[in-house]
């Protein structure tokens, strides 16, 4: 399988190319493009949190808990700064000594993070949290969302390469575990991952406004037209 170091960087890759592609056509401003970069990446790296003591699941529960601080504290603007210190200690102790441990007993590596359905879910999700929770405009919502699932994509194609052992010629046991629709041998978290992905469709923008910016013919155009440079003599 792939190691963190190589999915970061070519999520990476892939997101920042994406991203300025649709800032050179002017579909998205330099701040969306920067964010479109972050949530690429972060599709990218997102599966193996249900790898244990895997760096994606410390990072992904550290900025969890930042998130869930801040949207307590929108809340809260009178608290003082020796309340706020103490809610952040409670909140640590909640989060890294019950949910984290619930939560690596509960993913199995390889499991159900690791497939088409987990990617719909978190591209679906990202829509929805962008579009309800932080007001951003439908079609950059549903394009974050794109940029999710690819990244996530990207990942479970490059666990699935990795699977191939081009000296022998041969393929690894883990062959066939990252790459599938959803995860056949546990059929309770894959219900509740279809479950979590319907739920999560009912909350993005209404469907238009993907076909309107993700969709949209005219971009595409742009991005052929712009594609190469125009010092060039064909
Ligand atoms: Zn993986």
């Not at 992905?197 to 910016?213: G, I, K, M, N, R």
Request: net charge neutral.
């Amino acid at each position: 399988m792939a190691n963190f170091s190589t999915h970061f960087s070519v999520a990476a890759g892939v997101a920042l190319m994406g991203s300025t592609t649709y800032f050179s056509i002017h579909a998205v401003t330099a701040e969306e493009a920067a964010i479109l970069c972050v949530a690429g990446t972060l599709g990218g790296i997102l599966p193996d949190v249900d790898s244990d003591y895997s760096r994606p699941l410390q990072i992904v529960f550290t900025g969890l808990y930042m998130v869930f601080v801040f949207s307590l504290l929108r809340g809260l603007p009178r608290l003082s700064i020796l309340d706020t210190w103490l809610m952040l200690g409670g909140l640590y102790v909640l989060f890294r000594h019950a949910l984290l441990p619930a939560f690596r007993k509960w993913t199995v590596h390889r499991g159900i993070f690791h497939s088409i359905l987990a990617a719909l879910f978190f591209g679906l999700l990202a829509s929805s949290l962008l579009f309800w929770l932080y007001g951003f405009e439908p079609g950059f919502s549903w394009l974050t969302g794109v940029f999710v699932f690819v990244g996530y994509i990207a990942h479970l194609l490059l666990d699935e390469f990795y699977s191939v052992d081009f000296d022998n010629k041969r393929l690894k046991s883990s062959w066939g575990t990252a790459f599938k629709l959803a995860n056949a041998g546990n059929w309770r978290n894959t219900f509740l991952f279809l479950l979590g992905t319907v739920c999560a469709y009912q909350l993005t923008p209404p469907a238009h406004d993907l076909s309107e910016f993700v969709l949209n013919k005219k971009h595409y155009e742009a991005m052929w037209q712009k594609f190469l440079p125009e010092y060039l003599p064909f």
